[in-house]
T-cell receptor
């Protein structure tokens, strides 16, 4: 069974640009969550999608958005990039949405904003 | 907000010894916990989980202990190997918040050959 796939693995963007990251969950998994990982803040929850609907949202500005497609694949978008957005963005896949269920991570997308 | 912290940021152990990594959490409503291992350049890898109706769970070479009274979680790794060198995170989930996890700051484990 294939794991969580995130693309691209690496990105370099200029301040002010926007970026879209992609996540394909484990086959059969319907919940996708996104996290930002930085040395200073650690792993922080961005949002969770289930059945194409955002179910939970972390404490991030509106520049961070996402969506989920009918095949459970998800994308996240960051607009008007800032230097502080440089981070490893991780996607986690879970079978169901109700909590108390295993979450499996992808390799992440390393975003560098210059 | 939630607070999930680790007692030690770094841990060094001799190959073959047992390792114990600790984690404290503050949300008494948390009812599901996962330990993850993250190697350099990779995403977090699921190791073992435990629900709040249990106080101990064992896997292959790993044991997780949960003490709800003092809100403490630990990961024990038996016969630590060089391949166990990584950063270990505990993550907590409050079931009614969906799949949103709060992560600790991480402990870097170094295994000395």
């Amino acid at each position: 069974k294939a794991g969580v796939t995130q693309t691209p693995r690496y990105l370099i963007k200029t301040r002010g640009q926007q970026v879209t990251l992609s996540c394909s969950p484990i086959s059969g998994h319907r919940s996708v969550s996104w996290y930002q990982q930085t040395p200073g803040q650690g792993l922080q929850f961005l949002f969770e999608y289930f059945s194409e609907t955002q179910r939970n949202k972390g404490n991030f500005p509106g520049r961070f958005s996402g969506r989920q497609f009918s095949n459970s694949r998800s994308e996240m978008n960051v607009s008007t990039l800032e230097l502080g957005d440089s981070a490893l963005y991780l996607c986690a896949s879970s079978l169901i949405q109700g909590g108390n269920t295993e979450a499996f991570f992808g390799q992440g997308t390393r975003l560098t904003v210059v | 907000g939630e607070s999930v912290g680790l007692h030690l940021p770094t841990l060094s152990v001799q190959e073959g010894d047992n390792s114990i990594i600790n984690c404290a959490y503050s949300n008494s409503a948390s009812d599901y916990f996962i330990w993850y291992k993250q190697e350099s350049g990779k995403g977090p890898q699921f190791i073992i989980d435990i629900r709040s109706n249990m106080d101990k769970r064992q896997g292959q070479r790993v044991t997780v202990l949960l003490n709800k009274t003092v809100k403490h979680l630990s990961l024990q790794i038996a016969a630590t190997q060089p391949g166990d060198s990584a950063v270990y995170f505990c993550a907590e989930n409050e079931g009614n918040t969906g799949n949103q996890f709060y992560f600790g700051t991480g402990t870097s484990l170094t295994v000395i050959p």
